[in-house]
């Protein structure tokens, strides 16, 4: 063996010992870099030579740089992310109900509905003075503005939950390009076979964009021996090696709402909701904020009907001189629980109460509405004809399909009385409440122009209240359309459900958080860079490459003295 080649070896151990330290400086300068992999040297011996009947060998080599990572790891890591953003979304949604709920507030719902049911309550004390029924119909209109507000605002929540599943095409097609566009650089950088050296600063950049990314959707992913990673979403590809699929917004009109969903445009069908923000936000907008405002719309709907088809029964101080229903039906020839009326009446009848405003008689006219599903049920212009031929009224349909009652002359007041049938209710005629959702619920603007009109009486006109004492008592009867539920049950359950739904989302992301964290341990024990592992690594090497200089020095010397002699 040659001086040369022992020079050679030397040179080799000067050029592996500093490819090492560069290895080192480069973890030590991105300690604290988000994303960062530690890289290591992959040193191993040179190849051997034959000197005589010897086998010597040539130093040491690098054989590829590395960057430490478990892939499995790093795909359960990805999934838990998936989870934790997915139930942080829902924990969000939930503690923004239960602020816009504010309950125990002093402006939360059921302090309207203690302070509504209170002023009736004030009306059987002084059930002759206007100023008092006056009140109840303010307390009235603030209940209706209450349950009015809170579904505005649940409803700004949803819109804004509907804008941001919008928003996250363009940053899902941004990240699906870019981990196209590394897998193509990453497979160019590694000559495209799975050889040691692994083109690492890039690694590092596609496996942020891949965290990125299942943040917003779960993923699925897998290498191929080229380098390139295959991303799929419920078994269809979104990326393939160096080629992606494109995601588009795409909107499903339902009850007055735009929904909008993801869709993976060249297959038109929808990402799946699996975990991710995605489907947080899915979940947030359609389970908790889409539930909640139909729960509410049920209440408002309860409140409106079942305190309408008592309030309807009876009579306020004064009567009515003409009146026209809220509500117009479809037909006026079809039977009146088919004809798109939002409440269905029900076989039964109720009284029109006529009275002679000059000598205080009244008369009573019983009106049966028929509803069995036979040729004979009652139209609403079957009751219009009824209810004009009682003496003293007229009553007509309008091109709308409203009801029309008037009094024959000025001398002539009526109202009505024990309607067994809940069609006053239906049609809105002599009612409390009109509307039918939480958005449109209100006070019908008849008792809210004439407060008069409060039918606290069962007894006929004047300052009777056999009706109020019932209407005092509604919040805690039972209510057939209700499965027998009180106003005051459905009210708490609406809020149970908050409350319960908050709470557990809160447990459920706290436990996820917990697990990732976890997960990211693991991660940090084999991907982490340790400052005081690397400054021993470095010292090491740095013993060596000094070594290795000496011994470059030590050759040079024997040379010199080689040529000298």
Do not use: C
């Not at 088809?309 to 629980?337: C, F, H, I, M, W």
């Not at 056999?466 to 359309?481: K, Y």
């Not at 005081?532 to 060596?544: N, P, S, V, W, Y």
């Amino acid at each position: 063996m040659s001086l040369s080649s022992t020079l050679q070896i030397a040179g080799n151990a000067l050029a592996a010992q500093q490819i090492a330290l560069q290895v080192i400086g480069q973890n030590i300068a991105n300690a604290a870099t988000p994303g960062y992999s530690r890289e290591e040297a992959l040193l191993t011996p040179a190849p051997v030579q034959r000197f005589g009947r010897l086998t010597l060998g040539l130093g040491v080599r690098v054989l590829g740089v590395v960057h430490r990572v478990d892939e499995f790891l790093n795909q359960r890591l990805r999934r838990a992310t998936s989870d934790r953003i997915d139930s942080e979304v829902r924990e969000q949604t939930w503690l923004e109900l239960e602020q816009v709920l504010g309950e125990l507030s002093e402006t939360d719902l059921s302090t309207a509905l203690t302070r509504f049911f209170g002023a009736i309550h004030n009306v059987l004390n002084q059930p002759e003075s206007v100023s008092v029924r006056a009140m109840a119909v303010l307390e009235g209109q603030s209940l209706t503005l209450q349950i009015n507000r809170l579904a505005q605002r649940v409803g700004d929540i949803r819109n804004d939950v509907n804008t941001r599943i919008v928003n996250m095409a363009g940053d899902v097609n941004r990240l699906l390009a870019e981990i196209a566009r590394l897998n193509v650089q990453i497979a160019t950088t590694e000559g495209g076979t799975a050889f040691a050296s692994e083109a690492v600063g890039l690694r590092d950049q596609r496996n942020v964009a891949l965290r990125k990314l299942s943040e917003l959707i779960e993923i699925q992913t897998q290498e191929q021996a080229s380098g390139a990673v295959n991303v799929f979403a419920n078994g269809d590809f979104l990326v393939f090696e160096g080629t992606h699929r494109t995601v588009t917004a795409v909107y499903s009109p339902s009850s007055g709402f735009s929904a909008a969903s993801l869709n993976v445009a060249e297959l038109d069908a929808p990402l799946g909701r699996g975990t991710g923000k995605l489907a947080g936000l899915l979940a947030a907008r359609d389970e908790i904020l889409g539930s909640f405002l139909d729960k509410l719309d049920a209440f408002a709907s309860t409140l409106a009907f079942e305190f309408n088809k008592l309030y309807s029964r009876g009579q306020g101080l004064t009567g009515y001189t003409q009146l026209t229903s809220e509500r117009a039906v479809n037909s006026a020839a079809a039977p009146l629980d088919a004809a798109g009326l939002p409440f269905l009446p029900v076989s039964g009848m109720f009284q029109v109460l006529i009275r002679d405003q000059q000598t205080g008689v009244t008369r009573t006219h019983d009106v049966r509405v028929k509803l069995n599903g036979l040729n004979s049920d009652t139209t609403l212009n079957d009751l219009a004809a009824r209810l004009a031929s009682i003496d003293g009224l007229s009553a007509s349909v309008d091109a709308e399909g409203r009801l029309t009652i008037s009094a024959a002359s000025a001398n002539v007041a009526f109202a009505f009385a024990n309607d067994t049938s809940g069609l006053l209710a239906a049609l809105g005629l002599n009612v409390f409440f009109s509307g039918t959702t939480a958005r449109d619920l209100g006070v019908s603007s008849v008792v809210s122009s004439a407060p008069a009109t409060f039918a606290a009486s069962n007894t006929g006109l004047g300052a009777g209240t056999g009706n109020a004492v019932e209407l005092a008592r509604f919040p805690e009867q039972a209510l057939s359309s209700a499965d027998g539920d009180t106003l005051f049950t459905l009210h708490d359950r609406l809020n149970a459900n908050v409350t319960q739904g908050a709470s557990v989302a809160r447990a459920v992301a706290e436990g996820l958080r917990s697990f990732e964290q976890t997960l990211e341990g693991q991660q940090l024990a084999t991907s982490g860079v340790s400052l005081d592992e690397e400054a021993i690594k470095l010292m090491t090497h740095q013993r060596a490459f000094q070594a290795a200089a000496r011994f470059v020095t030590v050759i040079d010397e024997l040379l010199r003295l080689l040529v000298e002699l």
